[in-house]
Protein backbone atom coordinates (compact mmCIF):
# COMPACT_ATOMS: atom_id res chain seq x y z
CA UNK A 1 0.00 0.00 0.00
CA UNK A 2 1.53 3.42 -0.90
CA UNK A 3 0.47 6.88 -0.77
CA UNK A 4 2.52 9.31 -2.70
CA UNK A 5 1.81 12.87 -2.33
CA UNK A 6 3.64 16.19 -3.62
CA UNK A 7 7.08 15.58 -4.95
CA UNK A 8 8.03 12.17 -6.04
CA UNK A 9 11.78 12.06 -5.12
CA UNK A 10 13.22 10.90 -1.89
CA UNK A 11 15.68 13.79 -1.14
CA UNK A 12 14.07 15.88 1.58
CA UNK A 13 15.15 18.37 4.42
CA UNK A 14 13.88 16.12 7.39
CA UNK A 15 13.07 12.39 7.17
CA UNK A 16 10.06 11.62 9.93
CA UNK A 17 10.08 7.60 10.78
CA UNK A 18 6.66 6.81 11.86
CA UNK A 19 3.13 8.74 11.38
CA UNK A 20 1.40 8.21 14.36
CA UNK A 21 0.79 11.01 17.30
CA UNK A 22 4.35 12.78 17.04
CA UNK A 23 5.50 12.48 13.80
CA UNK A 24 2.16 13.37 12.30
CA UNK A 25 2.18 16.56 14.37
CA UNK A 26 5.72 16.67 13.42
CA UNK A 27 5.20 16.51 9.83
CA UNK A 28 2.49 19.08 9.91
CA UNK A 29 4.46 21.99 11.77
CA UNK A 30 7.69 21.24 9.89
CA UNK A 31 5.71 22.06 6.56
CA UNK A 32 4.34 25.48 8.03
CA UNK A 33 7.72 26.48 8.04
CA UNK A 34 8.67 25.68 4.62
CA UNK A 35 10.25 22.85 4.95
CA UNK A 36 10.83 19.71 2.44
CA UNK A 37 9.51 16.72 4.72
CA UNK A 38 9.66 12.90 3.90
CA UNK A 39 7.38 10.87 6.00
CA UNK A 40 7.89 6.89 6.20
CA UNK A 41 5.10 4.91 7.74
CA UNK A 42 5.61 1.19 7.93
CA UNK A 43 1.62 0.35 8.62
CA UNK A 44 -1.19 1.42 5.20
CA UNK A 45 -3.41 3.93 4.57
CA UNK A 46 -6.27 4.53 7.68
CA UNK A 47 -9.14 3.62 4.77
CA UNK A 48 -8.36 0.16 3.86
CA UNK A 49 -11.63 -2.15 3.22
CA UNK A 50 -12.39 -3.51 6.54
CA UNK A 51 -10.43 -1.59 9.22
CA UNK A 52 -11.07 1.91 7.55
CA UNK A 53 -14.72 2.23 9.08
CA UNK A 54 -13.63 0.91 12.16
CA UNK A 55 -10.75 3.47 12.86
CA UNK A 56 -13.51 6.07 12.17
CA UNK A 57 -16.14 4.51 14.36
CA UNK A 58 -14.25 5.81 17.79
CA UNK A 59 -15.74 2.53 20.25
CA UNK A 60 -15.02 0.51 17.45
CA UNK A 61 -11.28 0.67 18.35
CA UNK A 62 -11.22 -2.70 20.09
CA UNK A 63 -12.15 -4.29 16.71
CA UNK A 64 -9.15 -3.15 15.43
CA UNK A 65 -6.79 -5.44 17.93
CA UNK A 66 -4.91 -7.95 16.21
CA UNK A 67 -5.62 -7.03 12.30
CA UNK A 68 -3.27 -5.47 9.86
CA UNK A 69 -3.32 -1.95 11.97
CA UNK A 70 -2.05 -3.46 14.47
CA UNK A 71 1.61 -4.43 15.05
CA UNK A 72 0.09 -6.60 18.14
CA UNK A 73 3.02 -6.84 19.72
CA UNK A 74 3.74 -8.87 23.10
CA UNK A 75 5.76 -8.69 26.44
CA UNK A 76 8.15 -11.31 27.47
CA UNK A 77 6.83 -13.36 30.20
CA UNK A 78 6.32 -10.95 33.65
CA UNK A 79 7.51 -12.61 36.96
CA UNK A 80 5.45 -10.49 38.86
CA UNK A 81 2.35 -10.92 37.22
CA UNK A 82 1.20 -14.15 37.17
CA UNK A 83 4.17 -15.43 34.44
CA UNK A 84 1.68 -14.06 31.82
CA UNK A 85 3.03 -12.02 28.27
CA UNK A 86 1.23 -9.18 27.97
CA UNK A 87 -0.54 -7.93 24.16
CA UNK A 88 0.84 -4.69 23.62
CA UNK A 89 -1.63 -2.96 20.45
CA UNK A 90 0.08 -0.45 18.67
CA UNK A 91 -0.80 1.28 15.31
CA UNK A 92 0.65 0.43 12.13
CA UNK A 93 -1.34 2.61 10.58
CA UNK A 94 -0.95 6.44 9.23
CA UNK A 95 -1.83 7.87 12.08
CA UNK A 96 -0.24 5.35 14.33
CA UNK A 97 -1.46 4.46 17.84
CA UNK A 98 -3.82 7.55 17.62
CA UNK A 99 -6.03 5.64 15.02
CA UNK A 100 -6.44 2.43 17.41
CA UNK A 101 -6.60 4.33 20.36
CA UNK A 102 -9.61 5.15 22.92
CA UNK A 103 -9.42 9.05 21.76
CA UNK A 104 -9.28 10.32 25.09
CA UNK A 105 -7.79 13.28 25.09
CA UNK A 106 -5.92 14.60 28.58
CA UNK A 107 -2.98 16.65 29.12
CA UNK A 108 -0.81 15.57 32.33
CA UNK A 109 -0.50 17.91 35.22
CA UNK A 110 1.41 20.83 35.91
CA UNK A 111 3.80 18.85 38.15
CA UNK A 112 4.31 16.31 35.73
CA UNK A 113 6.02 18.63 33.40
CA UNK A 114 7.52 20.65 36.14
CA UNK A 115 8.77 17.61 37.22
CA UNK A 116 10.86 17.26 33.50
CA UNK A 117 12.77 20.22 34.26
CA UNK A 118 14.21 23.17 32.25
CA UNK A 119 12.28 24.03 28.64
CA UNK A 120 9.86 21.30 29.45
CA UNK A 121 7.96 22.96 32.54
CA UNK A 122 3.93 23.39 32.09
CA UNK A 123 4.68 27.26 31.10
CA UNK A 124 7.05 25.47 28.62
CA UNK A 125 4.57 22.67 27.20
CA UNK A 126 1.25 24.70 27.55
CA UNK A 127 1.80 27.47 24.07
CA UNK A 128 2.13 23.89 22.14
CA UNK A 129 -1.14 22.49 23.58
CA UNK A 130 -3.19 25.19 23.20
CA UNK A 131 -1.45 25.82 19.37
CA UNK A 132 -2.63 22.08 18.39
CA UNK A 133 -6.31 22.24 20.20
CA UNK A 134 -9.62 23.61 18.18
CA UNK A 135 -11.31 23.13 21.73
CA UNK A 136 -15.16 22.85 21.69
CA UNK A 137 -15.83 23.84 24.87
CA UNK A 138 -15.46 27.37 26.90
CA UNK A 139 -12.41 28.14 26.21
CA UNK A 140 -10.45 30.51 28.41
CA UNK A 141 -6.58 30.95 29.38
CA UNK A 142 -5.88 27.93 29.18
CA UNK A 143 -7.79 26.16 25.62
CA UNK A 144 -6.56 26.71 22.57
CA UNK A 145 -9.44 27.16 20.09
CA UNK A 146 -7.61 27.78 16.24
CA UNK A 147 -5.43 24.15 16.13
CA UNK A 148 -6.18 21.65 13.98
CA UNK A 149 -7.26 18.57 16.40
CA UNK A 150 -11.47 18.88 17.30
CA UNK A 151 -11.18 18.51 21.09
CA UNK A 152 -14.08 18.70 23.48
CA UNK A 153 -16.67 16.81 25.15
CA UNK A 154 -18.65 13.90 22.70
CA UNK A 155 -22.08 14.76 21.62
CA UNK A 156 -23.19 12.37 24.32
CA UNK A 157 -22.17 10.32 27.21
CA UNK A 158 -24.11 7.62 28.53
CA UNK A 159 -26.37 7.73 32.03
CA UNK A 160 -24.11 5.46 33.39
CA UNK A 161 -21.24 8.00 33.36
CA UNK A 162 -23.12 10.87 35.00
CA UNK A 163 -24.06 8.56 37.62
CA UNK A 164 -20.15 7.56 38.17
CA UNK A 165 -18.84 11.27 38.32
CA UNK A 166 -21.39 11.74 40.90
CA UNK A 167 -21.10 8.71 43.01
CA UNK A 168 -16.96 9.17 42.64
CA UNK A 169 -16.74 12.79 43.81
CA UNK A 170 -19.23 11.30 46.79
CA UNK A 171 -16.94 8.59 47.58
CA UNK A 172 -13.70 10.06 47.44
CA UNK A 173 -14.36 13.64 48.42
CA UNK A 174 -13.24 15.29 45.22
CA UNK A 175 -14.75 17.90 43.25
CA UNK A 176 -16.98 17.02 39.69
CA UNK A 177 -14.75 19.34 36.99
CA UNK A 178 -15.84 19.80 33.83
CA UNK A 179 -12.23 19.53 32.63
CA UNK A 180 -8.59 17.80 33.75
CA UNK A 181 -6.78 19.89 30.89
CA UNK A 182 -6.39 22.99 33.46
CA UNK A 183 -3.20 21.43 34.81
CA UNK A 184 -4.66 19.64 38.06
CA UNK A 185 -5.53 15.91 37.82
CA UNK A 186 -7.41 15.56 40.78
CA UNK A 187 -11.67 15.20 40.47
CA UNK A 188 -14.10 13.38 38.85
CA UNK A 189 -15.31 13.76 35.49
CA UNK A 190 -16.30 13.54 31.79
CA UNK A 191 -13.49 13.14 29.56
CA UNK A 192 -12.91 14.79 26.75
CA UNK A 193 -12.10 13.21 23.51
CA UNK A 194 -11.19 14.20 19.51
CA UNK A 195 -13.86 13.96 18.12
CA UNK A 196 -15.64 15.68 15.20
CA UNK A 197 -19.07 14.94 13.91
CA UNK A 198 -19.19 11.69 16.29
CA UNK A 199 -15.53 10.90 14.18
CA UNK A 200 -12.24 9.68 15.36
CA UNK A 201 -9.73 12.55 14.77
CA UNK A 202 -6.61 10.90 14.71
CA UNK A 203 -3.23 13.01 14.30
CA UNK A 204 -3.28 11.79 10.66
CA UNK A 205 -6.74 13.18 10.15
CA UNK A 206 -6.23 16.21 11.78
CA UNK A 207 -2.86 17.77 10.95
CA UNK A 208 -1.42 15.66 7.58
CA UNK A 209 -5.28 14.61 5.76
CA UNK A 210 -5.83 18.76 4.68
CA UNK A 211 -2.45 19.04 3.25
CA UNK A 212 -1.48 15.35 1.63
CA UNK A 213 -1.36 17.43 -1.51
CA UNK A 214 1.81 19.98 0.33
CA UNK A 215 4.41 20.03 -2.53
CA UNK A 216 7.12 19.93 0.34
CA UNK A 217 5.36 16.63 1.21
CA UNK A 218 5.74 13.16 0.40
CA UNK A 219 4.34 10.37 2.74
CA UNK A 220 5.46 6.69 1.86
CA UNK A 221 3.09 3.95 3.20
CA UNK A 222 4.20 0.49 3.51
CA UNK A 223 7.83 1.82 3.80
CA UNK A 224 9.39 0.05 6.69
CA UNK A 225 12.71 2.02 8.03
CA UNK A 226 15.69 -0.77 8.62
CA UNK A 227 18.47 1.23 9.91
CA UNK A 228 20.29 5.29 10.10
CA UNK A 229 22.46 6.22 7.47
CA UNK A 230 25.74 7.83 8.76
CA UNK A 231 28.64 9.98 8.03
CA UNK A 232 30.26 9.55 11.02
CA UNK A 233 28.49 10.33 13.83
CA UNK A 234 26.15 12.63 11.58
CA UNK A 235 22.80 10.76 10.30
CA UNK A 236 22.27 11.39 6.77
CA UNK A 237 19.45 9.36 5.50
CA UNK A 238 17.88 6.09 6.09
CA UNK A 239 17.44 2.78 4.65
CA UNK A 240 14.12 1.37 4.15
CA UNK A 241 11.90 -1.66 2.67
CA UNK A 242 9.41 -0.57 0.27
CA UNK A 243 7.35 -2.56 -2.48
CA UNK A 244 9.77 -5.13 -2.19
CA UNK A 245 13.02 -3.62 -2.72
CA UNK A 246 16.08 -2.11 0.36
CA UNK A 247 16.51 1.46 -0.90
CA UNK A 248 18.62 4.22 0.52
CA UNK A 249 16.77 7.74 1.44
CA UNK A 250 18.97 10.54 1.63
CA UNK A 251 18.24 13.45 4.09
CA UNK A 252 19.54 16.55 5.57
CA UNK A 253 18.16 15.70 8.58
CA UNK A 254 16.20 12.38 10.34
CA UNK A 255 13.73 12.42 13.00
CA UNK A 256 12.39 9.42 15.01
CA UNK A 257 8.73 9.13 15.68
CA UNK A 258 8.33 5.42 15.56
CA UNK A 259 7.15 5.45 19.33
CA UNK A 260 8.14 4.46 22.52
CA UNK A 261 8.63 0.49 21.34
CA UNK A 262 10.39 1.02 17.96
CA UNK A 263 12.46 4.35 18.26
CA UNK A 264 14.82 2.38 20.68
CA UNK A 265 14.81 -0.95 18.57
CA UNK A 266 16.02 1.70 15.50
CA UNK A 267 18.43 3.20 17.73
CA UNK A 268 19.82 0.32 18.69
CA UNK A 269 20.10 -1.45 15.10
CA UNK A 270 22.11 1.76 13.84
CA UNK A 271 24.38 1.15 16.62
CA UNK A 272 23.16 3.76 19.23
CA UNK A 273 22.45 2.54 22.10
CA UNK A 274 24.06 0.08 25.43
CA UNK A 275 27.11 -1.18 24.53
CA UNK A 276 26.65 -4.78 25.88
CA UNK A 277 23.05 -5.29 24.03
CA UNK A 278 24.28 -4.35 20.75
CA UNK A 279 27.52 -5.88 21.07
CA UNK A 280 25.18 -9.30 22.11
CA UNK A 281 23.73 -9.27 18.76
CA UNK A 282 26.76 -8.60 16.91
CA UNK A 283 26.20 -4.93 16.27
CA UNK A 284 28.82 -2.46 15.99
CA UNK A 285 28.62 0.48 18.36
CA UNK A 286 28.47 3.84 16.89
CA UNK A 287 27.37 5.97 20.24
CA UNK A 288 27.45 4.22 23.48
CA UNK A 289 24.08 5.10 25.12
CA UNK A 290 23.29 3.07 28.24
CA UNK A 291 19.62 4.83 28.26
CA UNK A 292 18.27 4.05 24.99
CA UNK A 293 15.52 1.28 25.69
CA UNK A 294 15.88 1.64 29.65
CA UNK A 295 13.49 3.71 31.70
CA UNK A 296 10.40 2.02 29.95
CA UNK A 297 7.17 3.28 32.18
CA UNK A 298 3.80 1.92 31.41
CA UNK A 299 0.16 2.11 33.29
CA UNK A 300 -1.40 -0.66 34.17
CA UNK A 301 -5.14 -1.27 34.39
CA UNK A 302 -7.39 -3.66 36.45
CA UNK A 303 -11.20 -4.83 35.20
CA UNK A 304 -13.76 -4.27 38.55
CA UNK A 305 -17.09 -4.97 36.62
CA UNK A 306 -20.72 -4.68 38.00
CA UNK A 307 -23.94 -5.82 36.60
CA UNK A 308 -26.22 -3.06 35.76
CA UNK A 309 -29.82 -2.83 36.26
CA UNK A 310 -29.69 -0.09 33.14
CA UNK A 311 -29.13 -0.71 29.66
CA UNK A 312 -25.21 -0.04 28.97
CA UNK A 313 -23.63 0.60 25.72
CA UNK A 314 -22.76 -2.83 24.42
CA UNK A 315 -26.26 -4.49 25.23
CA UNK A 316 -27.93 -3.86 21.93
CA UNK A 317 -26.87 -5.09 18.61
CA UNK A 318 -23.23 -4.55 16.71
CA UNK A 319 -25.40 -4.53 13.38
CA UNK A 320 -27.83 -2.24 14.67
CA UNK A 321 -24.96 -0.02 16.66
CA UNK A 322 -22.97 0.38 13.15
CA UNK A 323 -26.45 1.15 11.27
CA UNK A 324 -27.21 3.78 13.67
CA UNK A 325 -23.71 5.40 13.87
CA UNK A 326 -23.34 4.96 9.43
CA UNK A 327 -26.79 6.97 9.61
CA UNK A 328 -25.83 10.18 11.84
CA UNK A 329 -22.59 9.33 13.55
CA UNK A 330 -24.62 8.63 16.72
CA UNK A 331 -25.44 5.99 19.14
CA UNK A 332 -22.55 3.55 21.08
CA UNK A 333 -20.41 3.54 18.18
CA UNK A 334 -20.18 7.40 19.10
CA UNK A 335 -18.90 6.53 22.31
CA UNK A 336 -15.02 6.01 23.62
CA UNK A 337 -16.39 3.39 25.90
CA UNK A 338 -13.90 5.25 28.58
CA UNK A 339 -16.20 8.25 29.04
CA UNK A 340 -15.34 9.29 32.79
CA UNK A 341 -12.52 9.28 34.91
CA UNK A 342 -12.07 10.35 38.03
CA UNK A 343 -8.35 10.83 40.07
CA UNK A 344 -7.66 10.02 43.83
CA UNK A 345 -4.40 9.05 45.90
CA UNK A 346 -4.66 5.73 47.18
CA UNK A 347 -2.92 7.06 50.36
CA UNK A 348 -3.11 9.96 52.79
CA UNK A 349 0.40 10.41 52.33
CA UNK A 350 0.91 10.69 48.62
CA UNK A 351 2.15 13.91 46.91
CA UNK A 352 -0.22 13.64 43.68
CA UNK A 353 -2.43 11.32 42.82
CA UNK A 354 -1.75 8.20 41.87
CA UNK A 355 -4.74 6.07 40.64
CA UNK A 356 -7.19 7.35 37.59
CA UNK A 357 -10.51 5.58 37.21
CA UNK A 358 -11.10 4.92 33.88
CA UNK A 359 -15.05 4.42 33.65
CA UNK A 360 -17.06 2.76 30.95
CA UNK A 361 -20.41 1.85 30.67
CA UNK A 362 -20.01 -1.65 29.31
CA UNK A 363 -18.16 -4.53 30.23
CA UNK A 364 -14.35 -4.03 29.63
CA UNK A 365 -11.99 -7.07 29.99
CA UNK A 366 -8.63 -8.54 28.58
CA UNK A 367 -9.04 -5.51 25.90
CA UNK A 368 -12.63 -6.64 25.20
CA UNK A 369 -11.96 -10.16 23.79
CA UNK A 370 -13.62 -11.78 26.59
CA UNK A 371 -17.53 -10.61 26.06
CA UNK A 372 -20.31 -11.40 28.47
CA UNK A 373 -24.10 -11.24 28.37
CA UNK A 374 -26.38 -8.59 29.90
CA UNK A 375 -25.69 -5.07 31.12
CA UNK A 376 -22.62 -3.97 32.84
CA UNK A 377 -20.15 -0.86 33.53
CA UNK A 378 -16.08 -1.18 34.47
CA UNK A 379 -14.84 0.82 37.46
CA UNK A 380 -11.07 0.14 36.28
CA UNK A 381 -8.75 1.74 38.20
CA UNK A 382 -5.36 2.33 36.52
CA UNK A 383 -1.67 3.21 38.25
CA UNK A 384 -0.95 6.28 36.86
CA UNK A 385 2.34 6.55 39.57
CA UNK A 386 4.43 3.63 38.66
CA UNK A 387 7.36 2.65 40.66
CA UNK A 388 8.27 -0.55 38.27
CA UNK A 389 10.08 0.10 35.10
CA UNK A 390 11.70 -2.16 32.27
CA UNK A 391 12.99 -2.20 29.03
CA UNK A 392 13.03 -2.62 25.43
CA UNK A 393 15.82 -4.40 24.14
CA UNK A 394 16.61 -6.01 20.79
CA UNK A 395 15.51 -9.91 20.34
CA UNK A 396 17.78 -10.05 17.31
CA UNK A 397 19.60 -7.96 14.58
CA UNK A 398 17.28 -8.40 12.37
CA UNK A 399 14.97 -5.17 11.73
CA UNK A 400 11.79 -6.86 11.01
CA UNK A 401 11.94 -8.89 14.29
CA UNK A 402 9.70 -7.80 17.24
CA UNK A 403 11.86 -6.34 19.80
CA UNK A 404 12.33 -7.70 23.33
CA UNK A 405 9.61 -5.64 25.60
CA UNK A 406 9.70 -6.20 29.38
CA UNK A 407 8.18 -3.64 31.16
CA UNK A 408 9.14 -5.55 34.66
CA UNK A 409 5.28 -5.16 35.70
CA UNK A 410 4.57 -5.14 39.62
CA UNK A 411 8.64 -5.92 40.11
CA UNK A 412 7.73 -2.90 42.90
CA UNK A 413 5.97 -3.87 45.57
CA UNK A 414 4.03 -0.60 45.91
CA UNK A 415 2.62 -0.52 43.28
CA UNK A 416 0.99 -4.30 43.75
CA UNK A 417 -0.94 -2.43 46.53
CA UNK A 418 -1.54 0.77 44.82
CA UNK A 419 -3.99 -1.44 42.84
CA UNK A 420 -5.06 -3.38 45.49
CA UNK A 421 -6.35 -0.37 47.07
CA UNK A 422 -7.99 0.70 43.58
CA UNK A 423 -9.94 -2.40 43.20
CA UNK A 424 -11.25 -1.99 47.34
CA UNK A 425 -12.13 1.76 46.23
CA UNK A 426 -13.87 1.05 43.01
CA UNK A 427 -16.12 -1.26 44.36
CA UNK A 428 -17.15 1.62 46.88
CA UNK A 429 -17.41 3.90 43.91
CA UNK A 430 -19.84 1.50 42.27
CA UNK A 431 -22.06 1.77 45.31
CA UNK A 432 -22.00 5.47 45.58
CA UNK A 433 -24.80 7.51 45.45
CA UNK A 434 -26.00 7.22 41.98
CA UNK A 435 -24.14 4.18 40.98
CA UNK A 436 -25.50 2.14 43.90
CA UNK A 437 -28.79 2.38 42.85
CA UNK A 438 -28.11 1.04 38.93
CA UNK A 439 -25.43 -1.83 40.43
CA UNK A 440 -26.92 -5.50 40.58
CA UNK A 441 -24.44 -6.91 41.71
CA UNK A 442 -20.06 -7.85 41.42
CA UNK A 443 -18.73 -9.63 38.19
CA UNK A 444 -15.16 -9.34 38.88
CA UNK A 445 -13.42 -9.86 41.04
CA UNK A 446 -15.98 -11.44 42.74
CA UNK A 447 -16.98 -10.57 46.30
CA UNK A 448 -15.53 -13.74 47.34
CA UNK A 449 -11.84 -11.85 46.94
CA UNK A 450 -11.72 -10.05 50.12
CA UNK A 451 -8.29 -10.32 51.92
CA UNK A 452 -5.34 -8.13 50.54
CA UNK A 453 -3.42 -11.75 48.94
CA UNK A 454 -6.67 -12.84 46.80
CA UNK A 455 -7.07 -9.17 45.60
CA UNK A 456 -3.32 -9.17 45.29
CA UNK A 457 -3.36 -12.48 43.27
CA UNK A 458 -6.49 -11.07 41.24
CA UNK A 459 -4.73 -8.32 40.04
CA UNK A 460 -1.73 -10.34 39.22
CA UNK A 461 -4.00 -12.66 36.98
CA UNK A 462 -6.20 -9.50 35.36
CA UNK A 463 -3.86 -6.35 35.35
CA UNK A 464 -3.63 -5.44 31.57
CA UNK A 465 -1.88 -2.68 29.57
CA UNK A 466 -3.71 0.56 29.34
CA UNK A 467 -1.33 1.37 26.13
CA UNK A 468 1.02 4.12 27.44
CA UNK A 469 4.20 2.87 27.17
CA UNK A 470 6.82 5.61 27.55
CA UNK A 471 10.58 6.90 28.26
CA UNK A 472 12.56 4.84 25.95
CA UNK A 473 14.52 7.75 24.82
CA UNK A 474 14.35 10.21 27.41
CA UNK A 475 14.46 13.52 27.80
CA UNK A 476 17.32 15.31 30.16
CA UNK A 477 21.24 16.22 31.33
CA UNK A 478 22.05 12.59 33.12
CA UNK A 479 23.87 9.84 31.87
CA UNK A 480 20.73 7.91 31.48
CA UNK A 481 19.42 10.67 29.04
CA UNK A 482 19.24 9.42 25.08
CA UNK A 483 18.10 13.11 23.89
CA UNK A 484 18.75 16.83 24.97
CA UNK A 485 16.52 19.13 25.91
CA UNK A 486 16.15 20.05 22.48
CA UNK A 487 15.48 16.13 21.70
CA UNK A 488 18.65 15.80 19.94
CA UNK A 489 20.02 12.24 20.29
CA UNK A 490 23.54 13.05 22.39
CA UNK A 491 26.38 12.37 20.44
CA UNK A 492 25.07 12.38 17.36
CA UNK A 493 23.68 15.18 14.50
CA UNK A 494 21.49 15.63 12.38
CA UNK A 495 19.24 13.00 14.40
CA UNK A 496 16.21 13.44 16.87
CA UNK A 497 12.87 11.94 18.49
CA UNK A 498 9.79 13.25 18.63
CA UNK A 499 7.50 10.78 20.18
CA UNK A 500 6.15 9.50 23.56
CA UNK A 501 9.75 7.70 23.94
CA UNK A 502 11.58 10.74 25.09
CA UNK A 503 9.26 11.34 28.38
CA UNK A 504 11.15 11.26 31.33
CA UNK A 505 9.08 10.10 33.68
CA UNK A 506 5.40 8.89 32.57
CA UNK A 507 2.42 11.39 32.97
CA UNK A 508 -0.41 10.54 35.50
CA UNK A 509 -2.81 10.39 32.60
CA UNK A 510 -3.29 9.09 29.26
CA UNK A 511 -0.18 9.73 26.80
CA UNK A 512 -1.65 10.52 23.61
CA UNK A 513 -1.79 14.58 23.94
CA UNK A 514 1.19 14.52 25.07
CA UNK A 515 2.98 12.75 22.51
CA UNK A 516 1.01 15.44 20.09
CA UNK A 517 2.51 18.50 22.01
CA UNK A 518 6.20 16.46 21.41
CA UNK A 519 5.77 16.22 17.86
CA UNK A 520 4.64 19.92 17.47
CA UNK A 521 7.52 21.25 20.03
CA UNK A 522 9.99 18.76 18.32
CA UNK A 523 9.25 20.94 15.09
CA UNK A 524 11.10 24.12 16.67
CA UNK A 525 13.84 22.50 17.95
CA UNK A 526 14.56 20.93 14.38
CA UNK A 527 13.38 23.65 12.13
CA UNK A 528 16.59 25.80 13.95
CA UNK A 529 19.12 22.99 12.93
CA UNK A 530 18.04 22.68 9.11
C1 LIG B 1 -5.25 0.74 22.06
C2 LIG B 1 -4.72 2.06 22.54
C3 LIG B 1 -5.56 2.91 23.25
C4 LIG B 1 -5.07 4.13 23.72
N1 LIG B 1 -5.94 5.04 24.24
C5 LIG B 1 -5.50 6.30 24.49
C6 LIG B 1 -6.42 7.33 24.82
O1 LIG B 1 -7.64 7.15 24.80
N2 LIG B 1 -5.93 8.57 25.12
C7 LIG B 1 -4.59 8.81 25.14
O2 LIG B 1 -4.20 9.92 25.50
N3 LIG B 1 -3.70 7.86 24.80
C8 LIG B 1 -4.13 6.63 24.41
N4 LIG B 1 -3.25 5.69 23.97
C9 LIG B 1 -1.83 6.05 23.91
C10 LIG B 1 -1.49 7.00 22.75
O3 LIG B 1 -2.25 6.70 21.62
C11 LIG B 1 0.01 6.89 22.48
O4 LIG B 1 0.72 7.29 23.65
C12 LIG B 1 0.47 7.77 21.33
O5 LIG B 1 -0.29 7.52 20.17
C13 LIG B 1 1.95 7.51 21.06
O6 LIG B 1 2.37 8.30 19.98
P1 LIG B 1 3.77 8.05 19.30
O7 LIG B 1 3.94 9.12 18.29
O8 LIG B 1 4.78 7.90 20.35
O9 LIG B 1 3.68 6.61 18.60
P2 LIG B 1 2.63 6.01 17.59
O10 LIG B 1 1.42 6.87 17.48
O11 LIG B 1 2.44 4.60 17.97
O12 LIG B 1 3.36 6.12 16.17
C14 LIG B 1 4.46 5.36 15.79
C15 LIG B 1 4.36 5.13 14.28
O13 LIG B 1 5.61 4.68 13.79
C16 LIG B 1 5.39 3.64 12.86
N5 LIG B 1 6.62 2.84 12.80
C17 LIG B 1 7.14 2.07 13.77
N6 LIG B 1 8.29 1.50 13.35
C18 LIG B 1 8.50 1.93 12.08
C19 LIG B 1 9.52 1.69 11.13
N7 LIG B 1 10.57 0.90 11.40
N8 LIG B 1 9.42 2.28 9.90
C20 LIG B 1 8.36 3.10 9.63
N9 LIG B 1 7.38 3.35 10.50
C21 LIG B 1 7.44 2.78 11.72
C22 LIG B 1 4.19 2.91 13.43
O14 LIG B 1 3.57 2.09 12.46
C23 LIG B 1 3.34 4.07 13.91
O15 LIG B 1 2.49 4.55 12.90
C24 LIG B 1 -3.71 4.47 23.50
C25 LIG B 1 -2.87 3.62 22.78
C26 LIG B 1 -3.37 2.42 22.28
C27 LIG B 1 -2.46 1.51 21.49
Not at 170 to 183: D, E, I, W, Y
Not at 289 to 312: C, T, Y
Request: aromatic share 6%; with cysteine; proline share 5%.
Amino acid sequence: MTTQTGATDLRADVIIVGAGSGGCVLARRLLDKGARVLLLEAGGSDTQPGTGLLIRAPAAFPKLFKTGVDWAFDTVEQPHAGGRRFYWPRGKVLGGSSAINATIYIRGSRSDFDGWGEGWRWEDVLPAFRDIEKFTGEGGEFRGDAGELAVGHRAASHNLSHAFVQAASSVLGVPALSSFNHGTLEGAGILESNHHRGERQSAFRAFLRPVLHHPNLTVLTGARVLELLWEGTRAVGVRLRWKGRTLDAPAGGVVLAAGAVQTPQLLMLSGVGPKEELTRHGIGVRVNLPGVGAGLQDHLAVPVIFRSKVQSLDAGSEGAAFAQWLLNRTGPLASNIAEASAFVRSGPDLEHANLQYHFGPAYFRDHGFQRADGWHFTVGPVLVEPHSSGRIGLSSADPLAAPRIDPQYLSDERDLRALVSGVRQAREIAAGEGLGQVNAGEVLPTTALQSDTDLGEFVRQECATLYHPVGTAALGDGDEAVVDRQLAVRGTQGLWVADAAVMPRIIHANTNATSMMIGARAANFVSLKL
